[in-house]
């Protein structure tokens, strides 16, 4: 990795100690560790669409800051909000001169953010800078026969111009799962929104959004599905939790981060699987049977 | 326009115009000039949080905010002092909480409106990185909360300025109440002394001293050990 800082976001403090747990260990494993940004802020969670709303740019902007106080030029997310976030912002502040002036005007306890702090997700890190053939190097337990869904989302891939693949035809998670010698199932739903935070306000809709994501994937014959956004995850686990008294006995569907996918092919301990998941590990070949 | 002479000040209170002694704090300047505080005013020390002031040095476009016991009076200072927050504060029993993460988000959910402007930390006379304080609440660091914000004066110039209706300080006082009740560690030491306190060893003493005379107490403590 370039000198690059982590970038947390709420949600991984908050909520998903897993997938940050599992993040870390991964990127120990692949020699480049995690280097948390110092005071950073929340993203500013829902990038604002309006032109010259240049206050909810600000939380972003800080965030450059701090990367470039500490001379990082690069931010490196886990979850794809904040990705999604600090990089829209990232790209609208830098595009128009006369905002960026605003906003440093604005921040003048700060240094002036003066542009080219790159926002990657960890995901582009491990494509273009580790490489999966490196990834595919590192594993001990290869995931042999296990079928796995790669779930996009939408903060990930769109709007396309900051998105981190072709936003209808992305492959980057399969290439992961690939390089974890586990089998990718591609199913119609994996790049459709999960219904985000309307959680709060219309869960009905949201329910009915993740359950025609997690039917699509199940009748894809998935029996894990992998996301990169702790979002994603609340809402799919909840409509999971609906569903499950529907599935017929033994069919059931583990949903994890990315990352935890990973920590298991390394076999790097970072923490509580869900039990089906745990299941699943137990019945892959260990690393001795992996010798030729 | 400079409006000092070698020994006074020209300070402004409330729009009007008074020549003041030079030196003096902004709380006694104004008394100096005849007015008095019936609100915004408590401990004279810096500690209470009573004295808001909020002023604008001549020529200058930006406001400032101290307070009035702690500060110099500079000539050319426009003041107004700010006796009182009308910021609403959560109630809630200590021992019946959940302190997990969410905790403060629930009881004061209008924090999630911080866009980090900042304006906070700008308008605090103790220094304390607020808006910093604000987004550790956010993310459930209820330790790191209740440790940038331990100078905290309760004075309520953060909640006046912030444009998302925060009540920083409030919520703040909450993160450190759960940080003391929940999460900082246990003394032995303090353990054991209330143990003694409630056997009694100490009521012989204790009432000795309140049956000495002065005297007798200025005697006994200037003889004292001090570690």
Same mark, same amino acid.
């Given at each position: 990795?370039?000198?690059?800082?982590?970038?947390?976001?709420?949600?991984?403090?908050?909520?998903?100690?897993?997938?940050?747990?599992?993040?870390?260990?991964?990127?120990?494993?692949?020699?480049?560790?995690?280097?948390?940004?110092?005071?950073?802020?929340?993203?500013?969670?829902?990038?604002?669409?309006?032109?010259?709303?240049?206050?909810?740019?600000?939380?972003?902007?800080?965030?450059?800051?701090?990367?470039?106080?500490?001379?990082?030029?690069?931010?490196?997310?886990?979850?794809?909000?904040?990705?999604?976030?600090?990089?829209?912002?990232?790209?609208?502040?830098?595009?128009?001169?006369? *905002?960026?002036? /605003?906003?440093?005007?604005?921040?003048?306890?700060?240094?002036?953010?003066?542009?080219?702090?790159?926002? !990657?997700?960890?995901?582009?890190?491990?494509?273009?800078?580790?490489?999966?053939?490196?990834?595919?190097?590192?594993?001990?337990?290869?995931?042999?026969?296990?079928?796995?869904?790669?779930?996009?989302?939408?903060?990930?891939?769109?709007?396309?111009?900051?998105?981190?693949?072709?936003?209808?035809?992305?492959?980057?998670?399969?290439? !992961?799962? *690939?390089?974890?010698?586990? /089998?990718?199932?591609?199913?119609?739903?994996? $790049?459709?929104?999960?219904?985000?935070?309307?959680?709060?306000?219309?869960?009905?809709?949201?329910?009915?959004?993740?359950?025609?994501?997690?039917?699509?994937?199940?009748?894809?014959?998935?029996?894990?599905?992998?996301?990169?956004?702790?979002?994603?995850?609340?809402?799919?686990?909840?409509?999971?939790?609906?569903? *499950?008294?529907?599935?017929?006995?033994?069919?059931?569907?583990?949903?994890?981060?990315?990352?935890?996918? $990973?920590?298991?092919?390394?076999?790097?301990?970072?923490?509580?699987?869900?039990?089906?998941? $745990?299941?699943?590990?137990?019945?892959?070949?260990?690393?001795?049977?992996?010798?030729? | 326009?400079?409006?000092?002479?070698?020994?006074?000040?020209?300070?402004?209170?409330?729009?009007?115009?008074?020549?003041?002694?030079?030196?003096?704090?902004?709380?006694?300047?104004?008394?100096?000039?005849?007015?008095?505080?019936?609100?915004?005013?408590?401990?004279?020390?810096?500690?209470?949080?009573?004295?808001?002031?909020?002023?604008?040095?001549?020529?200058?476009?930006?406001?400032?905010?101290?307070?009035?016991?702690?500060?110099?009076?500079?000539?050319?200072?426009?003041?107004?002092?700010?006796?009182?927050?009308?910021?609403?504060?959560?109630?809630?029993?200590?021992?019946?909480?959940?302190?997990?993460?969410?905790?403060?988000?629930?009881?004061?959910?209008?924090?999630?409106?911080?866009?980090?402007?900042?304006?906070?930390? #700008?308008?605090?006379?103790?220094?304390?990185?607020?808006?910093?304080?604000?987004?550790?609440?956010?993310?459930?660091?209820?330790?790191?909360?209740?440790?940038?914000?331990?100078?905290?004066?309760?004075?309520?110039?953060?909640?006046?300025?912030?444009?998302?209706?925060? #009540?920083?300080?409030?919520?703040?006082?909450?993160?450190?109440?759960?940080?003391?009740?929940?999460?900082?560690?246990?003394?032995?030491?303090?353990?054991?002394?209330?143990?003694?306190?409630?056997?009694?060893?100490?009521?012989?003493?204790?009432?000795?001293?309140?049956?000495?005379?002065?005297?007798?107490?200025?005697?006994?403590?200037?003889?004292?050990?001090?570690?």
């Amino acid at each position: 990795m370039n000198n690059a800082a982590y970038f947390p976001g709420c949600s991984l403090k908050a909520e998903a100690g897993d997938y940050e747990r599992s993040a870390a260990a991964v990127m120990e494993v692949l020699g480049q560790p995690l280097e948390e940004l110092e005071r950073w802020t929340c993203c500013g969670t829902v990038y604002s669409l309006t032109d010259d709303d240049l206050m909810h740019q600000l939380a972003s902007v800080r965030n450059l800051i701090r990367a470039q106080e500490c001379g990082a030029d690069e931010i490196v997310t886990l979850c794809s909000m904040c990705f999604n976030t600090l990089k829209r912002s990232k790209v609208f502040i830098e595009q128009d001169s006369a *905002r960026l002036e /605003t906003v440093n005007a604005f921040m003048d306890e700060e240094q002036d953010y003066e542009g080219g702090v790159e926002v !990657f997700h960890l995901l582009e890190i491990l494509r273009d800078q580790v490489g999966f053939e490196s990834i595919e190097g590192k594993v001990t337990r290869p995931l042999s026969g296990l079928r796995v869904a790669p779930y996009y989302g939408c903060t990930l891939l769109r709007p396309r111009e900051i998105g981190i693949d072709e936003p209808d035809t992305p492959t980057i998670l399969q290439d !992961f799962i *690939r390089a974890l010698w586990a /089998t990718p199932v591609e199913f119609a739903f994996q $790049a459709e929104c999960c219904g985000t935070y309307q959680i709060v306000d219309s869960p009905e809709m949201v329910l009915e959004k993740s359950h025609r994501i997690l039917n699509s994937a199940m009748r894809a014959g998935a029996d894990v599905l992998v996301t990169s956004c702790p979002l994603c995850m609340h809402n799919l686990r909840l409509c999971y939790e609906e569903l *499950r008294s529907s599935l017929p006995e033994k069919r059931e569907l583990s949903i994890i981060y990315l990352t935890q996918l $990973a920590a298991i092919a390394f076999e790097v301990e970072t923490g509580e699987l869900p039990t089906s998941m $745990a299941k699943l590990v137990e019945g892959l070949p260990t690393s001795m049977e992996l010798v030729p | 326009m400079n409006t000092s002479s070698e020994n006074t000040i020209r300070i402004y209170v409330m729009g009007s115009a008074y020549e003041v002694p030079r030196g003096l704090t902004i709380m006694s300047a104004m008394e100096h000039a005849g007015w008095r505080f019936t609100r915004g005013a408590g401990c004279r020390s810096g500690f209470c949080g009573a004295c808001s002031t909020v002023y604008r040095q001549e020529g200058d476009y930006r406001l400032r905010f101290v307070l009035a016991c702690q500060t110099e009076a500079e000539d050319g200072m426009y003041l107004v002092q700010l006796p009182f927050t009308p910021a609403p504060r959560v109630s809630y029993t200590l021992a019946e909480l959940n302190p997990d993460e969410n905790v403060l988000l629930q009881h004061y959910p209008e924090i999630a409106r911080c866009v980090s402007c900042n304006t906070c930390t #700008k308008a605090c006379p103790q220094d304390i990185e607020v808006m910093d304080y604000i987004q550790a609440a956010l993310r459930g660091d209820i330790a790191q909360t209740a440790s940038l914000s331990f100078d905290c004066i309760q004075c309520g110039l953060c909640s006046m300025r912030c444009p998302a209706d925060i #009540k920083h300080y409030h919520m703040a006082q909450m993160a450190r109440r759960i940080y003391g009740r929940y999460m900082s560690p246990v003394t032995a030491h303090l353990e054991e002394r209330i143990a003694e306190i409630e056997k009694g060893v100490y009521e012989e003493e204790v009432e000795a001293l309140v049956k000495m005379t002065r005297s007798e107490l200025e005697e006994i403590y200037a003889a004292r050990v001090v570690e």
